[in-house]
């Protein structure tokens, strides 16, 4: 197995763009996507199109392609990004991010957006107040419970992040193509941040099934991130344009 993993696309084709270009240039010809796929204020349509030409082995959804899908959606969100979004993407795209599953089976990996029983819990980090901390391994495990792959792929924090469980699992989430920050208010108020405007993927290659078989290599990419951020501006989004300018985000109130 030789796959670059994708997840938190949120419609920046620019980042994708640069991601798949730099995986091409590794000799990866395949592709998982780990869902939150076109949701934001930058170029949904395109980058549906574009994820359309690709070999994309695996994709399930995140929660905010169902923010996308869902009428009306079940979870918080901005009425003028959602709108935008589904205007921009029209019903064909609607009906592919609807028909994605929540968790699948690749090989020997577990693909999954958060958790395999909900697309809105991070599954490696704890969040408290102000932050996220990495989750202690026997609670991964504990979330984990009944899996039996020993490779998990999860996306959800934009956190690029590979962990080793107690149980001897292999956790990867290999951060965010499209949004290398953001600011939440549940569960918690918190902030995830990258610390740079890089798009980031992990190469993921061999068999976690094997001792020493797997290796797990997190990229960045640096890409025009300014445009992507005057994008978001323009469409009235500036704390998505100062996440895609800097890679920081602070916690909200």
Wanted: glycine residues 10%; negative net charge; aromatic residues 6%.
């Amino acid at each position: 197995m030789k796959l670059a993993v994708l997840s938190d696309i949120h419609g920046n084709v620019l980042a994708l763009e640069a991601v798949v270009a730099d995986a091409r240039a590794q000799g990866v010809t395949r592709f998982a996507n780990l869902g939150d796929t076109l949701y934001g204020p930058l170029w949904p349509r395109e980058t549906y199109e574009l994820l359309r030409r690709l070999d994309v082995a695996v994709t399930v959804r995140g929660n905010q392609d169902r923010d996308v899908f869902e009428d009306p959606p079940t979870g918080p969100v901005d009425p003028a990004t959602r709108r935008f979004v589904r205007d921009a993407i029209g019903p064909d795209a609607i009906d592919w991010l609807s028909a994605f599953p929540a968790t699948a089976a690749w090989g020997d990996a577990l693909v999954v957006h958060g958790t395999p029983d909900s697309d809105t819990t991070y599954l490696l980090e704890d969040v408290a107040a102000g932050g996220a901390s990495l989750r202690a391994g026997e609670a991964i495990d504990g979330l984990l419970k009944g899996v039996a792959e020993p490779l998990v792929l999860c996306g959800h924090s934009h956190v690029a992040r590979c962990v080793r469980t107690p149980a001897g699992r292999i956790v990867v989430n290999p951060g965010s193509v499209g949004l290398p920050a953001y600011d939440d208010a549940a569960p918690l108020p918190h902030a995830m941040q990258a610390g740079s405007p890089h798009a980031a993927y992990a190469l993921v290659e061999g068999a976690a099934s094997s001792p020493g078989g797997l290796t797990v290599r997190h990229v960045r990419v640096l890409y025009d991130h300014d445009r992507a951020a005057t994008r978001a501006k323009e469409n009235g989004r500036d704390d998505w344009a100062a996440w895609l300018a800097t890679g920081r985000a602070v916690v909200p109130p």
